[in-house]
């Protein structure tokens, strides 16, 4: 009976933390609470490495991840702004605020795909990829950071990196959306 119970609670506490695999809550601002979200201003990723070539199929697919997996949580107005050239890693609080003011926006988003390199030569690079996301408020705090690893959280060994941009940024919406829930810091209102 001992044995039995032993299995039965080491498979639990293995499904549950296989639940989060590949997921990684960077940062959550718990002081700031979300007031009713309408309208969203999102910005063109950070494509890491930087080619030319890629950015372009890479800023399609992950916009089209992010307005499909939105739509699963409610009417959202998606303000797309191209060519911003915002830096994930060093974020231009000013134009945050200013394309929320300008848009009537309540929160901002700020993506980012880093590509796995894998091989000897310079431009081969795996279908594994790291999404990353930023949200911000129109006061340009920042609320929640999320990342997503497509090759720890699914394993995908095969599969093209357009299904890895999909699968990477529609956990990291999920998870943010989930987090924020469940700390209530979200109003009424938004949900």
Known sequence: MKKILFYGLAASLIIISCKNLGSTLVKLNHSIKLKHVDRIVYFDPEVYPNFEEIKEPTNNVIYSAVSDELKNYGNYKIMHINNANIK????????????????????????????????????????????????????????????????KGSGRLLGSAENSIKIGTANVIKNMITELRSRNMTTPASE
């Open 88 to 151: 994930y890693d060093s974020v231009d609080v000013n134009m945050i605020k200013e394309s929320c003011l300008n848009n009537g926006a309540e929160i901002a988003l700020v993506p980012k795909v880093k590509y796995f390199k894998v091989g000897l030569g310079k431009y081969v690079f795996s279908n594994q990829v790291i999404v990353s996301m930023k949200m911000y408020n129109n006061d340009g705090q920042l609320v929640i950071e999320n990342s997503y690893d497509t090759y």
